[in-house]
């Protein structure tokens, strides 16, 4: 299989999502890789940028990129907005849910943690699925699956949990406040005076009280990738429960084991 740049950069720096892409028609995966690589450019913004304000603009990069794209005015040369921009022709794919995505990036810019639990389940489904909708629509499944936002939250929920070691190297909290303060620890305490012992309890309490966020079951008509998206986001929450939630352990840096064999055998 030959990759296209944008399918390099997903295979490189979102493995799950490229994964998943194998998954979908041979046909439409250059316009799936040229969403997700458009998803990573953004998502990446607060790690590339020195000053918020520098961030703003990169952000308004790319929405004036986008805004091109859909008023026929010229494609910018830039490796992820062609392709990108083919793949927005190609199948039709609406506006909003672009500029959804970029808005939702300006929240890491904060460097605020979320208040509530429920402020970071709206925080995970912001980012999270409009990029699934999109992604739907090539594929040419139903982009109004009822199950979508529950499973996008999910996914995206468990890629924040998995992210924390990483976020507090950058001093960057996305567990919720009221969670923290449950357990007396701060942002502060653990940026400032390396407090983890109760990070484990942390994680617990937020994986168990999201499903309060979620529909349940997901019913045999749910579409196909989503479907494969859930379960690798349960694979990788097994993960965390088997090592107790320390989210230090050298175990959560490895793949659960026959991660591609069991997502193809859906086991």
């Given at each position: 299989m030959t990759l296209t740049y944008c399918g390099n950069i997903v295979r490189q720096q979102d493995s799950d999502r490229f994964l998943l892409s194998l998954f979908a028609p041979r046909a439409v995966r250059p316009a799936l890789w040229a969403l997700f690589a458009f998803n990573y450019e953004i998502a990446k913004t607060r790690d590339v940028v020195s000053e918020t304000t520098i961030g703003l603009i990169r952000l308004q990069w790319w929405r004036e990129a986008i805004a091109e794209i859909y008023e026929d005015k010229s494609v910018r040369r830039h490796e992820v907005v062609q392709p990108l921009a083919e793949a927005i022709k190609t199948h039709d794919l609406p506006r909003d849910l672009f500029d959804k995505l970029i808005y939702a990036r300006e929240f890491d810019l904060e460097d605020v943690a979320p208040a509530t639990l429920e402020g970071l389940m709206n925080y995970c489904e912001y980012t999270s699925a409009p990029l699934f909708e999109l992604a739907l629509k090539i594929i040419g499944e139903d982009n109004n699956d009822t199950h979508l936002v529950d499973i996008s939250k999910y996914y995206a929920l468990v890629g924040v949990i998995r992210a924390v070691p990483y976020m507090l190297q950058q001093r960057q909290m996305m567990l919720p406040q009221d969670i923290l303060t449950k357990h007396?620890?701060?942002?502060?305490?653990?940026?400032?005076?390396?407090?983890?012992?109760?990070?484990?309890?942390?994680?617990?309490?937020v994986l168990e009280e999201q499903k309060q966020f979620r529909n349940g079951k997901y019913a045999k008509k749910c579409s196909k990738f989503l479907k494969k998206t859930e379960f690798v986001a349960r694979l990788y929450e097994a993960q965390i429960k088997a090592v107790d939630y320390n989210l230090f352990d050298s175990k959560i840096l490895r793949p659960p084991p026959f991660f591609a064999l069991r997502l193809w055998l859906g086991m």
């Open positions: 007396n620890l701060s942002p502060q305490k653990i940026f400032d005076f390396n407090e983890k012992e109760m990070l484990p309890k942390v994680i617990k309490d």
